[in-house]
């Protein structure tokens, strides 16, 4: 009887312990289900949110090679930046200097994308981000590098002809402020007001169209979906 009392003991333990290794940490996200099999990579707890600091020196060849166009920057008449970004000033990849997006954007939409250069979802949806960029009336989309070597973003970025700008998060502020679950990609619509909308769903972009109707919906410009309509 001992032995088997002593058997349930250590069961319900790890038992126990499954369920808290699986519970998120701090309750403010939900990993998307894709609803077509793709997925967003979820990354481990021991990768670190750091990276380094773009070397200006280094990565010039590289950076002539992306040929990326210039980080935002903020017009004479901008309002005072607001929202949760506001403050946060990174290094622009493209470019020596650092931005501070919330005030290079404020009053103006924009479409955030967290990528990476060794996240395969990333390099998918990259792509449709640059042709949803290239049609008349959309808004700019920023790309915010996290947990990469700027070296390994560069190249890439020339490799899939990528040209919109984009930003590294060397210390992971960024990611801190849009409160971001442990997936790449992910992305966020920026309101003219500063204020910052998670896109869900889709996790992963599969065609620019995509792109066009989540930010048109989470601008307020799309059709409205009535969660008490039954029908």
Request: aromatic letters at 4%; proline letters at 14%.
């Amino acid at each position: 009887m001992r032995s088997e009392i002593r058997w349930t003991v250590v069961v319900m333990v790890l038992a126990i312990a499954g369920l808290i290794a699986l519970w998120p940490r701090d309750g403010k996200y939900s990993i998307p289900e894709p609803s077509d099999g793709t997925a967003p990579q979820v990354l481990e707890e021991s990768v670190d949110l750091t990276a380094p600091v773009p070397d200006g020196t280094a990565l010039a060849g590289l950076r002539q090679q992306a040929a990326l166009q210039p980080c935002p920057t903020p017009p004479p008449d901008a309002p005072a930046p607001s929202g949760p970004l506001a403050g946060i000033t990174v290094p622009c990849l493209g470019a020596p200097g650092s931005v501070d997006l919330a005030a290079a954007l404020a009053g103006r939409p924009a479409l955030l994308n967290i990528w990476a250069s060794w996240c395969p979802p990333c390099r998918e949806e990259m792509p449709l981000l640059a042709a949803y960029a290239a049609q008349p009336g959309a808004i700019p989309v920023i790309g915010i590098n996290a947990q990469d070597r700027p070296a390994d973003a560069l190249r890439l970025l020339a490799d899939l002809g990528i040209r919109y700008p984009s930003v590294t998060d060397p210390k992971g502020a960024l990611q801190r402020a849009l409160q971001a679950p442990p997936i790449l990609p992910v992305s966020y619509v920026l309101r003219p007001d500063g204020s910052v909308e998670m896109v869900t769903p889709p996790a992963v972009f599969h065609t620019p169209d995509e792109v066009r109707q989540a930010v048109e919906r989470h601008l307020g410009k799309g059709p409205q979906r009535d969660d008490g309509d039954d029908k």
